[in-house]
């Protein structure tokens, strides 16, 4: 039976203390990681290399992790099963629609998920604002790469070449004032799914006159945190986002 500090512990952690670390370490493996040895589990969790053990063995007798003969330790078939379960019932709309939800909440402008088709983008997911004066999109319709923030960015992490693409996968997003239609202004940031593939762009926009550079500017990292929780949700992780904060200027 678990004493009453344990029980505290768990209920201040809104779960199972065992079960999460169990999962930390499972979530310490990348897709560019065929095995790791203990000491780094241990690094990348935050755990003490004795409960990692203890968490790996255990793991490992469900299948979920494979001790290795040079002791690395790898991912097994059970954690392959889980992914492949998760890879047939995934449903993009219930994934991305939410963040669209509370990105256009923090907001309050429309937001839109946009994919890539040939040499045109098209609007898969699109939630509006809730302001009376905004940015009309249809989903489904189709729009210039070329023109746009949210176009400009997957031509950018799709390995366009020149000083503004290069500047936009610097950044991490990109802004446009009236490049596509005079009065629609929009801010963009990229989405990728496993191994860093580029799946499309998530954006607000709404009209110039509310939406301006400072305003756009503002509401970027807002946009960038919306794009890595999303791209993590894609990819099946639960991996914290990586921070990126705006900078101060802007030069289209």
Same mark, same amino acid.
């Given at each position: 039976?678990?004493?009453?500090?344990?029980?505290?512990?768990?209920?201040?952690?809104?779960?199972?203390?065992?079960?999460?670390?169990?999962?930390?370490?499972?979530?310490?493996?990348?897709?560019?990681?065929?095995?790791?040895? #203990?000491? &780094?589990? /241990? %690094?990348? !969790? @935050?755990?003490?290399?004795?409960?990692?053990? =203890?968490?790996?063995?255990?793991? *490992?007798?469900?299948?979920?992790?494979?001790?290795?003969?040079?002791?690395?330790?790898?991912?097994?078939?059970?954690?392959?099963?889980?992914?492949?379960?998760?890879?047939?019932?995934?449903?993009?709309?219930?994934?991305?629609?939410?963040? #669209?939800? &509370?990105? /256009? %909440?923090? !907001? @309050?402008?429309?937001?839109?998920?946009?994919? =890539?088709?040939?040499?045109?983008? *098209?609007?898969?997911?699109?939630?509006?604002?809730?302001?009376?004066?905004?940015?009309?999109?249809?989903?489904?319709?189709?729009?210039?790469?070329?023109?746009?923030?949210?176009?400009?960015?997957?031509?950018?992490?799709?390995?366009?070449?020149?000083?503004?693409?290069?500047?936009?996968?610097?950044?991490?997003?990109?802004?446009?004032?009236?490049?596509?239609?005079?009065?629609?202004?929009?801010?963009?940031?990229?989405?990728?799914?496993?191994?860093?593939?580029?799946?499309?762009?998530?954006?607000?926009?709404?009209?110039?006159?509310?939406?301006?550079?400072?305003?756009?500017?503002?509401?970027?990292?807002?946009?960038?945190?919306?794009?890595?929780?999303?791209?993590?949700?894609?990819?099946?992780?639960?991996?914290?986002?990586?921070?990126?904060?705006?900078?101060?200027?802007?030069?289209?």
């Amino acid at each position: 039976m678990k004493g009453s500090a344990e029980r505290d512990d768990d209920d201040a952690r809104g779960g199972v203390t065992a079960v999460s670390r169990a999962l930390m370490v499972l979530e310490a493996f990348g897709v560019n990681d065929a095995d790791l040895p #203990l000491a &780094e589990i /241990s %690094r990348r !969790t @935050g755990i003490h290399k004795t409960t990692v053990l =203890r968490l790996a063995r255990t793991l *490992a007798a469900h299948n979920y992790l494979v001790q290795k003969e040079d002791g690395n330790w790898r991912l097994g078939r059970a954690a392959g099963w889980l992914g492949a379960c998760y890879q047939a019932t995934f449903n993009v709309q219930e994934v991305v629609e939410p963040v #669209l939800r &509370e990105l /256009s %909440r923090k !907001t @309050g402008e429309s937001a839109s998920f946009y994919v =890539r088709e040939g040499d045109e983008r *098209a609007c898969l997911l699109r939630v509006e604002g809730p302001q009376a004066i905004r940015h009309h999109v249809r989903i489904g319709s189709t729009l210039p790469l070329d023109k746009g923030a949210p176009g400009r960015v997957i031509l950018a992490f799709s390995g366009a070449s020149g000083r503004p693409y290069e500047a936009i996968r610097q950044r991490g997003f990109h802004l446009s004032m009236g490049e596509r239609e005079p009065e629609v202004s929009s801010v963009a940031a990229p989405v990728f799914g496993l191994h860093w593939r580029l799946l499309g762009s998530i954006c607000i926009s709404g009209p110039t006159s509310r939406l301006t550079e400072a305003r756009l500017l503002k509401m970027a990292k807002t946009v960038v945190e919306a794009a890595n929780r999303l791209s993590y949700a894609m990819a099946g992780s639960q991996r914290p986002a990586p921070r990126i904060d705006a900078p101060a200027t802007w030069h289209p």
